[in-house]
């Protein structure tokens, strides 16, 4: 059986205007011929058009008069309805407000382009390039060519299960021995570089290997490379940039290296010679090194491949004292550093920064600056020297360089904070000043979503009050008593003006000086987040706290809330709620039969039985004033608000009513009510924390606290010492200072506050 199929204009019907014959009800008539004319009638008849489909869209007419009055013919729209065609072909459509038309503002009109098509592809190639692939065979080699490098196979002579592929770069080479499919070893060398590179290659190929091997518990169908990726792709990108016999960036890399480490010996030879630091633990001083000097050096460490310099540490004030702590403290505590590489120039970026040097002299052999007389700075110095500038040959690919000679390399030294780093615009700006590499804060966020992100959905003006609240455990030990008890605490962070800030993640810099100078105001920043953190974070992590100790798992009750939040509440209470409880008066909590060990370490307490501290009153001798916009917070509305903790109705004052202070006692038979600590967090000046919690029966004592550079604690204002415990047990004076330099010390909020609650009160 044969399918119809329509019939087609033969170029003589074309040519003579005549169509084919079409029967209707049996009588053969010819259309009528479409005018401009008929297809206004037919657009404003009530009947339609009495044109079939094929006639209106093929019709010279209704394409004329299209082009007549569609100044937006070339958008892709087209109608199968005669109708619809005729009348729209009178509407000016560049006329209409396509917003005003609701849910059609949302379609995209025409075809898609090619840009959309790219587009598009892009976002999916970002996508299958999260997932680095698997471990095998295959997948190393397609990495290897991903990353510009050149790979070949050597097949074992009478072991076809056995291959070794070779991957080989400009100045790298690496040899991944493979059984099965399964890697069995790995070999990494620079044959183009000196010693000072070589001595850390075995160090690194360990590393990789480790991102390859099959560990327990692990399939090979399952091994994905993406560890082995991000440290051999650092490795790649020094190798892409260094340019054969002239450029070598491993020497450069490990220049930067050997000048720190001989500044890193130097600052610590120095701190055991310090009489002050006399009897502390090896650890201990290294730790002031780290977190107060030029930082830590290393090479090779941590699981990640190439320099890097550590410059704070959790607990650095509370070093271990046997090897098995040492162990779990390296493995499980956090530590904050900067990967130095290398990576090309931005013109648009690295404007102030100079390009790579390669040299082994940033600093001199003897470290130190001589005295020159007349000069003012009494103690030590470090001298830094200026290297010469290293010479390229033209490039051959830009016409016209080699008349011009040898010329800069366009490559600089780069820094990835590990991890990354939230900080104020004040700051951010600052290290633009000091010639670091990071682009113009365009696009910011306040720094308290930097540091607590908003969950996806959720409201948030920069210009309400937000709030953090959380439910925290926090051990101590009753005096005598080896077993570990917990106090609930409810915090609750309030932030009344948001100060703008941006994470800091990578930077270019030109000299190794920028680093160490811009390590304090890093350190400063990583202690506050730690700070907040520890107080308002769900924990993740194992802590340190031996096996045998009683723990009881902390809860987390986390919200964040604004002034139609707490208007709300405030609506929804009845009066009796509202009314000052005379009648039922809190308990006081018994603080005589409390103690805390601020350390967490009942395995290696200190022998005096109290907390450890170093306390150096001689550089903070001196309380400074308070300042009303640092102690008093403003309140940004006037009603008053339900007992939360938060501030009351004064609008310069932040009082707390006793009752929502006082730990106090629940129902009877269950365990008392939470202690209620509030922080109040302002930035405007450098990180400030106002800190409120009870502190004897019938007080509340408010501290308010300036986080200075190197994670230092000023105290700047203080209720809690007075007449009555001015004067320790053991004879010695308490001072405001004191305050601080525990807080750096035991690093949480909660467990501080414990501390001057049970010791101090």
């Known amino acids: 059986m044969t399918t119809p199929t329509p019939m087609k204009h033969t170029l003589s019907q074309q040519g003579s205007g005549r169509t084919p014959s079409q029967t209707q009800h049996g009588v053969a008539a010819t259309p009528p011929v479409s005018t401009p004319f008929s297809m206004a009638h037919a657009a404003l008849s009530p009947h339609g058009s009495r044109l079939s489909p094929q006639a209106v869209k093929k019709s010279p007419a209704i394409s004329a008069a299209a082009l007549l009055n569609h100044p937006t013919s070339n958008s892709a729209v087209s109608f199968d309805s005669p109708s619809a065609a005729a009348a729209f072909s009178h509407l000016q459509l560049s006329d209409l407000d396509f917003k005003s038309l609701g849910g059609l503002a949302g379609l995209q009109v025409g075809r898609n382009t090619e840009d959309e098509k790219a587009k598009r592809l892009d976002e999916v190639i970002s996508i299958l390039s999260q997932t680095r692939g698997y471990v095998s065979e295959a997948g190393l080699e397609r990495l290897a060519h991903k990353l510009g490098l050149e790979c070949m196979w050597d097949e074992h002579i009478g072991g076809e299960s056995k291959r070794t592929l070779i991957i080989a770069g400009s100045a790298l080479e690496l040899l991944i021995g493979f059984t099965d499919n399964i890697v069995q070893s790995l070999a990494l060398a620079f044959p183009e570089s000196s010693d000072s590179v070589n ?134 505590e956090k530590i904050w550093g900067i990967l130095v590489g290398c990576a090309p120039i931005n013109m648009n970026l690295d404007v102030n920064v100079h390009p790579v040097r390669v040299s082994h002299h940033w600093i001199p052999e003897g470290v130190e600056r001589p005295h020159i007389p007349g000069d003012l700075q009494t103690g030590p110095m470090v001298q830094w020297l200026e290297p010469q500038d290293t010479l390229v040959p033209p490039d051959p690919e830009k016409a016209g360089d080699s008349l011009l000679g040898p010329r800069l390399p366009s490559v600089t030294f780069s820094a990835t904070f590990d991890p990354p780093m939230p900080i104020s615009l004040g700051l951010w700006e600052q290290l633009r000043s000091m010639g670091i590499g990071i682009p113009p804060m365009v696009a910011s966020k306040s720094f308290d979503l930097l540091v607590f992100p908003m969950a996806p959905g959720d409201y948030y003006d920069p210009s309400e009050l937000r709030e953090i609240h959380s439910t925290k455990d926090v051990k101590y030990q009753l005096p005598g008593s080896p077993a570990w008890n917990s106090r609930k605490h409810a915090n609750s962070l309030y932030i009344y003006k948001p100060v703008y800030g941006k994470t800091l993640t990578e930077a270019s810099f030109s000299h190794p000086q920028q680093l160490i100078a811009m390590l304090p105001y890093l350190r400063q920043y990583a202690f506050l987040s ?59 909590m018994d603080i005589t039969s409390m103690s805390i060990d601020p350390v967490s370490q009942p395995s290696h307490p200190h022998p005096s039985g109290t907390v450890p501290m170093s306390i150096d009153g001689a550089s903070q001798s001196q309380l400074l004033p308070s300042q009303a916009a640092h102690s008093q917070p403003t309140s940004h509305f006037n009603t008053q608000v339900p007992p939360t903790g938060g501030p009351n109705s004064h609008p310069n004052t932040h009082a707390f009513s006793n009752s929502s202070h006082t730990l106090t006692s629940g129902p009877s038979g269950s365990e008392p009510e939470a202690i209620k600590i509030d922080i109040n967090l302002t930035m405007a000046h450098g990180p400030r924390l106002q800190i409120a919690f009870p502190f004897r029966a019938s007080e509340t004592a408010i501290v308010v606290l300036e986080i200075r550079e190197n994670g230092q604690v000023h105290v700047e204002s203080q209720n809690v010492l007075g007449e009555r415990n001015r004067v320790a047990p053991n004879g010695r004076e308490r001072r405001p200072e004191d305050l601080g330099k525990m807080l750096e010390t035991l690093e949480d909020i909660g467990k501080w506050v414990e501390f001057v609650r049970t010791r101090w009160a």
């Open 530 to 588: 730690t700070l907040l953190e520890n107080s308002f974070k769900e924990d993740t992590g194992p802590k340190r706290t031996p096996p045998q100790t009683t723990m009881h798992p902390g809860t987390l009750s986390k919200k964040t809330t604004t002034n139609r939040d707490e208007f709300n509440r405030f609506m929804s209470l009845s009066s009796a709620i509202i009314e000052s409880p005379n009648n039922d008066a809190p308990t006081p």
């Open 199 to 332: 001595k850390h290659a075995e160090d690194a190929g360990n590393i990789l290997l480790e991102n390859l091997k099959l560990q327990p518990g692990q399939s090979p169908l399952t091994k994905q490379l993406d560890s082995f990726s991000v440290n051999f792709e650092r490795l790649a990108i020094l190798d892409k940039l260094s340019i054969a016999s002239v450029l070598n960036l491993y020497e450069a890399i490990a220049g930067v290296y050997d000048s720190l480490s001989r500044l890193h010996q130097w600052e610590l030879q120095k701190v055991r010679e310090d009489a002050s630091l006399a009897g502390r633990s090896d650890e201990y001083l290294r730790n002031i090194v780290l977190c107060t000097r030029s930082g830590t050096p290393a090479m090779n460490a941590r699981g990640k491949v190439g320099m890097r310099i550590d410059y704070w540490k959790d607990k650095h004030l509370q070093p271990p004292t046997n090897p098995q702590m040492a162990a779990y403290v390296e493995k499980h």
